[in-house]
């Protein structure tokens, strides 16, 4: 375990560096720079360049870029002067991002899980047939859609929840909503998938001849038997949603981490897309590992160790 | 009081292409302390009748006529919380997989106290005490470190006595093992077997045993009933059916046995039945058996056989029985009555 567990360490960290050679040097590729479209003389633009270190040459640019994020120091964004990479926009509004893709996290994993579970169960009837209508219109409509049609509807007509905004829980509903439309879909295919074998196994059969509980019998042997591809599936999920997106963000003034990670590409922000990456890449390593630590504690058969 | 009173049970399978008549109608009694084997091929109807008595009948599987009943209740008319409070209390199920038949997931302790804390209301701390002593009665050694390990770290032999153990442990007055030694090697399936003989002596429980193996009958039951094409067709104490068998498939059925006592095996080679059990959505108007029957008769395909009283205990299902009868059975003439 303590042995996986480093190699594991090593192996990320290899990662990292790996991504932060490829995006740096990958923003460079891309033309024009942060100050090309500031309306400032060509002198004060080369000023500006030579403050950032932007004259020098690109490797020159990547060894000192490593040298500082070893210290600790991800330098300040480059369009919204003084601010700090780290300080004043990945951990003031990444809790934004966090917070609404935990809430839409848990509505596709309840969601889902129900779905899946009832539509196994029911295998072949309405119920199933109402809900793989469902796992389908959740996939293949967009979240922007979702999201407008809810804005339109409940928030515009009915006004029910308030349209933008980010300062109460009635605040989160339509975004998450939105937002888990694929996770749902996905959680609710992979269970009934699951679940439909499950259903049938031998120890399932053993589970109703000890005259169980009905919930007990679902519950306890076959939901967790039907879980680990969730599990599998939580690892990209989690990542992907807690990230932030840029197109839910926008639609509901949610000030995230999502639109700024957008709109710092396009103005060619080196410093806070190589910040942000790195963020990203660290916690998308992070949720996966987690996920592994998981799988052992839900299945005593699966041990850590590599093959490798 | 008998035990358990099977009278004229039918059940059927309802698929998308029509009606499965698996259990044509058989009746079946079982006293307190008696160990009833029920032997036929695959597809006879042996465990689907069984499962029909425990109400754990796939979902397309239903009774559609007769009754069981066990002691003095008709449990055919239970609801399905009432079969559930009986299941895994008082009438408990081996069965053949010992490999799939554990949750994978849950330690052995878990799956050997949770029916005990349901159904007889104890704390967790007395069911392990209890899932301790019936470990070991089992014959599982090193019961403390065990009862927190998982299926995968049991063999298969120690797998299938943990199943017994599990339905032993609320005390039930009766056992259906279907078919609970055919995953097992050999040398384990013995093991098993006395193991369940030495068990039904010392805690007094009654046993239904599946199987399609003679051999595991002759060893531990006191009562045969031979079953085919969803009917039974011979039905008495084992040592009759086995040295004086008055059914043509029973005697078809003893034939392809090995016995090692036989010196040459070229002299006395297999002999199997010949051609195919009956169509179960069409099952045949007549016996079930004349077709592949040496021995049938006109009627044979026509009616199905009375039971003809052989002895006080022993019943046989076929027309040979028949003083009338046209053909001479294999037993000889002298029998028939």
Same mark, same amino acid.
């Given at each position: 375990?303590?042995?996986?567990?480093?190699?594991?360490?090593?192996?990320?960290?290899?990662?990292?560096?790996?991504?932060?050679?490829?995006?740096?040097?990958?923003?460079?590729?891309?033309?024009?720079?942060?100050?090309?479209?500031?309306?400032?003389?060509?002198?004060?633009?080369?000023?500006?360049?030579?403050?950032?270190?932007?004259?020098?040459?690109?490797?020159?640019?990547?060894?000192?870029?490593?040298?500082?994020?070893? %210290?600790?120091?991800?330098?300040?964004?480059?369009?919204?002067?003084?601010?700090?990479?780290?300080?004043?926009?990945?951990?003031?509004?990444?809790?934004?991002?966090?917070?609404?893709?935990?809430?839409?996290?848990?509505?596709?994993?309840?969601?889902?899980?129900?779905?899946?579970?009832?539509?196994?169960?029911?295998?072949?009837?309405?119920?199933?047939?109402?809900?793989?209508?469902?796992?389908?219109?959740?996939?293949?409509?967009?979240?922007?859609?979702?999201?407008?049609?809810?804005?339109?509807?409940?928030?515009?007509?009915?006004?029910?929840?308030?349209?933008?905004?980010?300062?109460?829980?009635?605040?989160?509903?339509?975004?998450?909503?939105?937002?888990?439309?694929?996770?749902?879909?996905?959680?609710?295919?992979?269970?009934?998938?699951?679940?439909?074998?499950?259903?049938?196994?031998?120890?399932?059969?053993?589970?109703?001849?000890?005259?169980?509980?009905?919930?007990?019998?679902?519950?306890? %042997?076959?939901?967790?038997?039907?879980?680990?591809?969730?599990?599998?599936?939580?690892?990209?999920?989690?990542?992907?949603?807690?990230?932030?997106?840029?197109?839910?963000?926008?639609?509901?003034?949610?000030?995230?981490?999502?639109?700024?990670?957008?709109?710092?590409?396009?103005?060619?922000?080196?410093?806070?897309?190589?910040?942000?990456?790195?963020?990203?890449?660290?916690?998308?390593?992070?949720?996966?590992?987690?996920?592994?630590?998981?799988?052992?504690?839900?299945?005593?058969?699966?041990?850590?160790?590599?093959?490798? | 009081?008998?035990?358990?009173?099977?009278?004229?049970?039918?059940?059927?399978?309802?698929?998308?292409?029509?009606?499965?008549?698996?259990?044509?109608?058989?009746?079946?009694?079982?006293?307190?302390?008696?160990?009833?084997?029920?032997?036929?091929?695959?597809?006879?109807?042996?465990?689907?009748?069984?499962?029909?008595?425990?109400?754990?009948?796939?979902?397309?599987?239903?009774?559609?006529?007769?009754?069981?009943?066990?002691?003095?209740?008709?449990?055919?008319?239970?609801?399905?919380?009432?079969?559930?409070?009986?299941?895994?209390?008082?009438?408990?199920?081996?069965?053949?997989?010992?490999?799939?038949?554990?949750?994978?997931?849950?330690?052995?302790?878990?799956?050997?106290?949770?029916?005990?804390?349901?159904?007889?209301?104890?704390?967790?701390?007395?069911?392990?005490?209890?899932?301790?002593?019936?470990?070991?009665?089992?014959? @599982?050694?090193?019961?403390?470190?065990?009862?927190?390990?998982?299926?995968?770290?049991?063999?298969?032999?120690?797998?299938?006595?943990?199943?017994?153990?599990?339905?032993?442990?609320?005390?039930?007055?009766?056992?259906?093992?279907?078919?609970?030694?055919?995953?097992?090697?050999?040398?384990?399936?013995?093991?098993?077997?006395?193991?369940?003989?030495?068990?039904?002596?010392?805690?007094?429980?009654? @046993?239904?045993? @599946?199987?399609?193996?003679?051999?595991?009958?002759?060893?531990?039951?006191?009562?045969?009933?031979?079953?085919?094409?969803?009917?039974?067709?011979?039905?008495?104490?084992?040592?009759?059916?086995?040295?004086?068998?008055?059914?043509?498939?029973?005697?078809?059925?003893?034939?392809?046995?090995?016995?090692?006592?036989?010196?040459?095996?070229?002299?006395?080679?297999?002999?199997?039945?010949?051609?195919?059990?009956?169509?179960?959505?069409?099952?045949?108007?007549?016996?079930?058996?004349?077709?592949?029957?040496?021995?049938?008769?006109? @009627?044979?395909?026509?009616?199905?056989?009375?039971?003809?009283?052989?002895?006080?205990?022993?019943?046989?299902?076929?027309?040979?029985?028949?003083?009338?009868?046209?053909?001479?059975?294999?037993?000889?003439?002298?029998?028939?009555?």
């Amino acid at each position: 375990m303590g042995r996986y567990i480093l190699d594991r360490f090593l192996a990320s960290l290899l990662t990292i560096f790996v991504v932060i050679t490829l995006t740096f040097f990958l923003m460079r590729l891309m033309p024009g720079g942060p100050f090309t479209s500031e309306r400032i003389t060509e002198k004060a633009r080369e000023a500006m360049n030579a403050k950032y270190g932007l004259d020098k040459p690109v490797v020159e640019q990547y060894v000192i870029y490593l040298r500082n994020i070893l %210290h600790g120091d991800f330098g300040t964004s480059m369009i919204f002067k003084g601010k700090e990479v780290t300080g004043d926009i990945i951990f003031q509004f990444f809790p934004n991002s966090a917070k609404l893709g935990i809430v839409s996290v848990a509505l596709s994993l309840a969601a889902g899980l129900g779905l899946g579970l009832l539509a196994g169960a029911r295998q072949g009837r309405l119920a199933d047939k109402a809900a793989t209508l469902i796992a389908t219109l959740g996939i293949t409509i967009p979240s922007f859609v979702i999201g407008s049609v809810l804005l339109y509807t409940v928030g515009v007509r009915l006004r029910w929840l308030p349209t933008t905004g980010f300062t109460s829980w009635r605040h989160y509903i339509m975004p998450a909503a939105a937002l888990s439309g694929i996770g749902l879909s996905f959680i609710t295919r992979l269970t009934r998938t699951k679940y439909v074998e499950v259903k049938n196994s031998d120890f399932m059969r053993t589970a109703r001849a000890k005259g169980l509980d009905k919930s007990t019998i679902i519950f306890k %042997h076959g939901l967790r038997n039907s879980i680990l591809p969730v599990i599998t599936y939580m690892g990209p999920l989690i990542a992907n949603v807690l990230t932030g997106s840029f197109v839910i963000e926008r639609l509901f003034a949610v000030p995230g981490l999502g639109s700024d990670f957008v709109q710092s590409v396009s103005r060619r922000d080196y410093s806070v897309v190589m910040g942000v990456v790195i963020f990203y890449c660290i916690f998308i390593i992070a949720c996966n590992f987690l996920v592994d630590i998981l799988y052992v504690v839900v299945d005593p058969r699966i041990k850590l160790q590599n093959n490798a | 009081m008998k035990l358990l009173q099977i009278i004229n049970l039918h059940t059927s399978f309802f698929t998308h292409i029509g009606e499965v008549k698996a259990v044509r109608g058989i009746s079946l009694e079982l006293s307190h302390g008696g160990v009833l084997g029920i032997v036929g091929e695959s597809g006879c109807g042996k465990s689907v009748s069984m499962l029909s008595v425990t109400g754990l009948l796939a979902e397309t599987g239903k009774i559609t006529e007769g009754q069981v009943i066990f002691e003095d209740r008709d449990i055919t008319k239970y609801t399905d919380k009432q079969m559930a409070r009986l299941r895994g209390n008082e009438i408990s199920m081996i069965f053949q997989d010992p490999m799939t038949s554990l949750n994978p997931l849950l330690s052995i302790g878990s799956q050997l106290t949770e029916h005990l804390i349901k159904h007889k209301r104890v704390t967790r701390g007395e069911a392990r005490k209890r899932a301790l002593d019936m470990l070991r009665l089992v014959g @599982i050694p090193d019961a403390e470190k065990r009862i927190n390990q998982y299926p995968h770290e049991f063999s298969g032999g120690m797998r299938q006595r943990a199943m017994i153990a599990a339905s032993l442990i609320c005390r039930p007055k009766l056992i259906i093992a279907d078919e609970p030694t055919t995953a097992l090697d050999v040398t384990i399936q013995a093991q098993i077997l006395d193991l369940m003989k030495d068990l039904r002596a010392r805690l007094d429980t009654s @046993i239904i045993l @599946i199987t399609h193996d003679l051999g595991v009958v002759a060893d531990i039951c006191s009562r045969v009933a031979v079953m085919y094409g969803g009917l039974i067709v011979e039905l008495g104490p084992a040592r009759d059916i086995f040295y004086h068998s008055r059914h043509p498939y029973t005697l078809g059925l003893m034939k392809s046995v090995p016995n090692p006592r036989t010196k040459s095996a070229a002299k006395e080679k297999l002999k199997p039945i010949d051609g195919q059990p009956p169509d179960l959505f069409k099952p045949p108007p007549g016996c079930p058996f004349a077709p592949r029957c040496d021995y049938a008769m006109k @009627i044979c395909l026509r009616a199905p056989s009375p039971f003809y009283k052989i002895s006080e205990e022993h019943d046989s299902a076929c027309f040979l029985n028949d003083r009338n009868a046209s053909v001479t059975a294999p037993w000889g003439k002298e029998g028939q009555s």
